[in-house]
């Protein structure tokens, strides 16, 4: 490896993809949302790639999907008015599921992030594992006398309460939510903050993530960045995420 992630004063991590799967737990919110409103159900697959922009994106990417497929035989599809007693929600022009969701009523993707938010907080840790190496990772970086954070779009309620139940809230320094900061990923505010409050400069640090968003916010901080290869990279090859390397796991951090 070319670039030594080895030997930072501070690591920042994201936590969706790079150090907890919380794909199966994310999809089933997102899932019952999409019932609630008269939609068949997204395959986790799908909302792997939307996972790291947020509980609202994620809605609006499944609901453009939705539609766009509407018309096929795809299981992944809008159900027809009053099947299953669901109300439908109001109809959205079919679009590509290359393109933008921004068409989505934004009323409508309002709408069906609260039964999204009341499930993922009810079952936020149901599936969710952290990943191998996370937890000696974090226990060798700390016991050397690094500084520890999480950087994540999940709101800091959310973030919290996953990591409390996966018992990993005591290993981390400072803790940033998606509303912590003015601006979430990739907006560089984030990473400012967790530097504040841990006394590190962001020249001093090493940004772990999986995706575009980390690393586009790494990039407007001016911090290094380091990207693990089976995140939630939006369906982007990790070698093209602009990262300083790719690791082949936290492991390589130690």
């Known amino acids: ?9 501070g690591y920042l991590f994201d936590l969706d993809g790079t150090l907890i799967d919380t794909a199966p737990d994310i999809c089933a919110a997102v899932n019952h949302s999409l019932e609630q409103f008269g939609y068949g159900p997204a395959p986790e697959s799908m909302v792997r790639h939307w996972v790291g922009y947020g509980g609202k994106a994620c809605i609006e990417q499944a609901v453009a999907a939705a539609d766009a497929q509407a018309a ?14 669901h109300a439908p929600g109001p109809r959205q022009p079919a679009k590509s599921p290359a393109e933008s969701p921004t068409a989505v009523d934004p009323a409508l993707v309002d709408a069906m992030l609260e039964p999204f938010l009341d499930h993922y907080g009810a079952h936020i840790a149901d599936m969710s594992r952290p990943y191998p190496h996370t937890v000696a990772t974090l226990r060798n970086l ?8 999480v ?34 990923k990739p907006a ?12 590190l400069s962001p020249g001093e640090i090493l940004f772990v993530g999986d995706s575009e968003t980390d690393v586009n916010a790494s990039r407007a901080a001016g911090c290094r960045v380091v990207c693990v290869p089976d995140g939630y990279n939006h369906g982007i ?14 492991a390589d951090l130690i």
């Open 1 to 9: 490896m070319a670039f030594d992630p080895r030997g930072f004063r």
């Open 72 to 85: 096929g035989a795809s299981p992944f599809h809008r159900r027809p008015a009053g099947v299953d007693g």
């Open 142 to 149: 700390s016991e050397r006398g690094a500084k520890l954070a």
């Open 151 to 184: 950087v994540t779009n999940k709101r800091i309620e959310l973030t919290r309460k996953l990591l409390d139940a996966l018992e990993l809230t005591p290993w981390f320094d400072v803790i940033v939510g998606g509303d912590t900061a003015a601006n979430p």
């Open 188 to 199: 560089p505010d984030p990473i400012y903050h967790a530097c504040h409050d841990i006394g």
């Open 237 to 250: 090859a990790p070698e093209r995420l602009g990262a300083d390397a790719i690791i082949g796991s936290l």
